[in-house]
């Protein structure tokens, strides 16, 4: 991520000897148990992008921390016009949830953002820039996120 454009359009906008700290998120559906019926859980993650990849991907490396457990209702019964109507309301739910989990970390979005002194692994404290920087998920958890349709185009 430190080699990307964005990353150094981002430093040229902070105070020299600063430090940017993209904040990532990222989200995939989870099958939780075969025993008791349809259950699967939404886990909401969050790392940083100054954690080289080689160890923010590997679980054993800890590197993600969990924001959330969202359940996921089980599968729509009944009639179209019900499933219409259960479907609308779980997407008013998801959005709902979704901005309470995040609402600590609206204050990091591009722009809003100040500085905080935090205390690096090296012992040293410096002046960090948190930044809402991504969201990683497949597309259809975009689609869900963003109240998109599937068959859409995701940049549209």
Not at 91 to 113: A, F, K, W
Not at 132 to 140: F, I, Q
């Amino acid at each position: 991520m430190n080699s990307a454009d964005w990353w150094w359009d981002m430093q040229d906008r902070i105070p020299p000897g600063d430090t940017v700290v993209p904040l990532i998120c990222s989200s995939d559906e989870t099958h939780l148990t075969n025993y008791s019926g349809d259950k699967k859980g939404w886990p909401i993650y969050l790392t940083l992008g100054n954690i080289h990849s080689s160890i923010r991907t590997r679980p054993r490396w800890q590197a993600q921390v969990i924001l959330a457990l969202l359940p996921l209702p089980p599968k729509l019964q009944g009639t179209p016009t019900e499933r219409l109507s259960i479907k609308k309301s779980r997407s008013m739910m998801l959005h709902d949830t979704m901005h309470e989990v995040m609402s600590p970390l609206r204050q990091y979005q591009e722009g809003i953002s100040t500085a905080e002194l935090w205390d690096c692994a090296d012992g040293k404290t410096r002046r960090c820039w948190p930044i809402l920087a991504s969201w990683v998920a497949d597309h259809m958890e975009h689609a869900n996120l963003m109240a998109t349709m599937l068959n859409s185009c995701p940049r549209c």
